[in-house]
């Protein structure tokens, strides 16, 4: 069955860097378009960022431009994203969610892994 | 990217339909079929109920619908059971090349 499991969540200083990883299982992995979507406490969700198939487009939220990278590894089946200058408001639970390639939804989402940007 | 707009909540006892509105632009929910809709329990991660305005995922009960007028989607329960106590988001892909979610509607069955 489709697994989508995140790591590397964790509590940060304002200004630090983490990074995120999503491990896939149970599907294709290459053949899918992924995304980042965070949800702070509380709140609603956010679109982060997209990464197509190949790795060759990407985009990001204004609120994340300059400071994430979103990256994929195709042979490692993983999914990732790299944040620098983190704010208290970034602090959210991350999910990684994939896209098939005939759709603009995301059919599998993982558990989600807890970024707190906090002194 | 404004976050598309949604009820905060709405309720229903068993047995009753629901319809949870998603309104957004011509830049959006307007300008694409590309409307889904998510449910989420508490603690838990979203689950795909709706893709592409109305489009049920195998597995997913018939009690849940969807529809589009202009620049709002609408999603409909009917049959209501108290599983169906969620929250509930849109989402639509936008001109931008980006995705933008709705704020959330938090279902109560009363």
């Known amino acids: 069955q489709v697994q989508l499991v995140e790591s590397g969540g964790g509590l940060v200083k304002p200004g630090g860097s983490l990074r995120l990883s999503c491990a896939a299982s149970g599907f294709t992995f290459s053949d899918y378009y992924m995304s980042w979507i965070r949800q702070a406490p509380g709140k609603g969700l956010e679109w982060v960022s997209y990464i197509s198939s190949s790795g060759s487009t990407i985009y990001y939220a204004d609120s994340v431009k300059g400071r994430f990278t979103i990256s994929r590894d195709n042979a490692k089946n993983s999914l990732y994203l790299q944040m620098n200058s983190l704010r208290a408001e970034d602090t959210a639970v991350y999910y990684c969610?994939?896209?098939?390639?005939?759709?603009?939804?995301?059919?599998?989402w993982g558990q989600g892994t807890l970024v707190t940007v906090s002194s | 990217q404004s976050a598309l707009t949604q009820p905060a909540s709405v309720s229903g006892s068993p047995g009753q339909s629901i319809t949870i509105s998603c309104t957004g632009t011509s830049s959006d929910v307007g300008g694409y079929n590309y409307v889904s809709w998510y449910q989420q329990h508490p603690g838990k991660a979203p689950k795909l109920m709706i893709y592409?305005?109305?489009n049920r995922p195998s597995g997913v009960s018939n009690r849940f619908s969807g529809s589009k007028s202009g620049n709002t989607a609408s999603l409909t329960i009917s049959g209501l059971q108290a599983e169906d106590e969620a929250d509930y988001y849109c989402s639509s892909y936008t001109s931008s090349s980006t995705w933008v979610f709705g704020g959330g509607t938090k279902l109560t069955v009363l």
């Open positions: 969610a994939s896209e098939p390639p005939s759709g603009y939804y995301y059919d599998y």
């Open positions: 592409e305005v109305s």
